[in-house]
């Protein structure tokens, strides 16, 4: 009866982690030559030249090593909104959209 339990347990955490939802990210679309230092003319520029594509996460800077570039390609020096997984350091996107952030109005008060 303990292995029938056991085995149940381990089949359904299989399932979630195959079920997983893709996360979602904001930042810039970067080559790995200049990494967090973004600039669209030299990030498109670097890139069309071969230079692989890397993410620059908004949320802590870090750069990220992109698993399929032709997905990141056109967005070159853009800030965008990724969808995808994470996995051993490397994003595999499955949606990209350019970002814009919502710009902050003063109150009127």
Same mark, same amino acid.
């Given at each position: &009866? !303990?292995? $029938?339990?056991? %085995?149940? +347990?381990l089949i359904a955490l299989l399932v979630i982690g195959v079920m997983a939802k893709n996360q979602r990210w904001t930042g810039y679309v970067?080559?790995?030559? #200049?990494? %967090?230092?973004?600039d669209a003319a030299c %990030? !498109?520029? #670097? $890139?069309?030249?071969?230079?692989? +594509?890397?993410?620059?996460?908004?949320?802590?800077?870090? +750069?990220v090593?992109?698993?399929n570039p032709?997905?990141? !390609?056109?967005?070159?020096?853009?800030?965008?909104? +990724?969808?995808? !997984? &994470?996995?051993?350091?490397t994003l595999t996107v499955?949606? %990209?959209t350019p970002y814009e952030a919502k710009k902050l109005v003063p109150s009127t008060y």
């Open positions: &009866m !303990k292995r $029938i339990f056991a %085995a149940s +347990v970067s080559d790995a030559k #200049c990494g %967090a230092k973004v %990030a !498109k520029k #670097c $890139i069309e030249a071969g230079e692989k +594509v890397v993410f620059v996460n908004d949320g802590d800077k870090s +750069v090593a992109v698993a032709d997905a990141l !390609k056109a967005f070159a020096g853009q800030h965008v909104l +990724v969808e995808g !997984k &994470m996995e051993n350091k499955t949606k %990209a």
